[in-house]
């Protein structure tokens, strides 16, 4: 066990396994940035052992989930196979994946074979032109919800669902969303637009804060808070009185949550990050590529967090903090 500056313990590990993408979201990958952009080089990233070992020696220090993001994730050749690695780790309670479904319908059974729990999917929109719009990709709204259904099926639920609501650009999908999927088991999770680099223009107009929609969505059916079920759970959740399910918020820019953030960050290139705002990694794959041991290896990662001061977004308020920093492709969301 290993805990920070702040006390806060290392429980969670995401994962980038590429830094690219099928898709450009505008608050991620904006096309007329990431269409020209200089991705990694394959001898760049990390391999899936390289990758294993890493999140051996982690477990050694108290992460207990892993979380496979990007990029997109289901963009790396045969990511069952990583899943497989991973899910043979028997200290791990936890492996899921974030995706924007696109490839999901057709890699969920083998995913779920490998071992994978969950999924989480990313959709902004029910609407067609919405989504296409927010994706800035010709894909139809159907692919992502069959995916959904088919990870379902296979055991991989239940999924939860990612929207991030932009202001006068997918507000107008958040009751539609919580139509269709109350009542199937799965949570639409409503994600306040953050700043997390340098190119997606942000800004704090364009940011719904979730007591807004919280608002809109009590209008329209009744809600009750439900406790946190562990310690640095992101998002708030609420249940719906009739029995409908959940929906949960994910209000990082109106109220952070750092005080219990206890994930650390690992680039598709090896480098470690303790903030998802960060602009320096630990550069752990120079050491793996050095015959490093596994004590110096775990120890690096002792230090990078038992070091870590991190609390972005108390300290943002409604402006963007100066520093360059790591794009969300990059580092994994
Ligand atoms: N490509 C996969 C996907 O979209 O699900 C995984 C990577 S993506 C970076 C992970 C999550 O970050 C997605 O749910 C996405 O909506 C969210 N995200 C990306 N940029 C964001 C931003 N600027 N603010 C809030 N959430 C963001
Ligand atoms: Fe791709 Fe996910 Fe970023 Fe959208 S949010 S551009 S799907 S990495
Ligand atoms: Fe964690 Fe950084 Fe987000 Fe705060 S801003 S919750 S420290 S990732």
Redesign the pocket.
Do not use: Q
């Given at each position: 066990m290993v805990t920070d500056t702040r006390s806060r313990p290392l429980r969670d590990l995401r994962i980038s396994v590429t830094d690219r993408c099928s898709f450009r979201c505008g608050y991620c990958m904006p096309r007329e940035i990431y269409d020209g952009h200089t991705y990694l080089e394959r001898a760049e990233i990390l391999s899936y052992g390289e990758i294993r070992r890493i999140t051996r020696l982690a477990t050694d220090l108290g992460v207990r989930k892993v979380r496979l993001t990007g990029g997109e994730p289901l963009l790396r050749s045969k990511a069952y196979r990583l899943v497989r690695m991973l899910s043979s780790l028997t200290e791990l309670e936890d492996l899921a994946m974030t995706t924007n479904g696109l490839l999901l319908a057709r890699e969920a059974e083998r995913l779920k074979e490998a071992g994978l729990d969950r999924v989480t999917v990313s959709l902004d929109a029910l609407d067609d032109s919405v989504f296409r719009e927010m994706i800035d990709t010709d894909v139809p709204v159907a692919t992502v919800l069959e995916a959904i259904d088919v990870a379902s099926d296979v055991g991989l639920d239940p999924v939860k669902i990612n929207t991030v609501v932009r202001r006068n650009r997918n507000e107008d999908q958040v009751l539609p969303l919580l139509e269709h999927f109350r009542g199937t088991g799965h949570t639409v999770r409503f994600i306040e637009f953050m700043d997390v680099g340098t190119t997606n223009s942000w800004n704090l107009d364009e940011v719904v804060p979730s007591v807004e929609l919280l608002k809109i969505i009590s209008e329209r059916w009744k809600l009750e808070p439900i406790d946190p079920t562990y310690r640095g759970e992101?998002a708030q959740r609420y249940r719906f009185s009739d029995g409908g399910g959940e929906v949960g918020f994910i209000s990082?820019v109106s109220e952070?949550?750092?005080g219990?953030?206890t994930?650390l960050?690992l680039s598709a290139e090896g480098k470690l990050y303790?903030?998802?705002?960060?602009s320096k990694g630990t550069d752990l794959k120079v050491m793996l590529r050095s015959d490093a041991s596994d004590d110096e290896i775990r120890d690096a990662i002792y230090r990078t967090w038992s070091d870590?001061t991190?609390?972005?977004?108390?300290l943002?308020g409604g402006t963007p903090l100066g520093f360059p920093k790591v794009e969300m492709s990059y580092i994994g969301g």
């Open positions: 992101v990082s952070p949550f750092c219990d953030c994930r960050r303790t903030c998802l705002f960060a870590r991190d609390r972005y977004s108390e943002r």
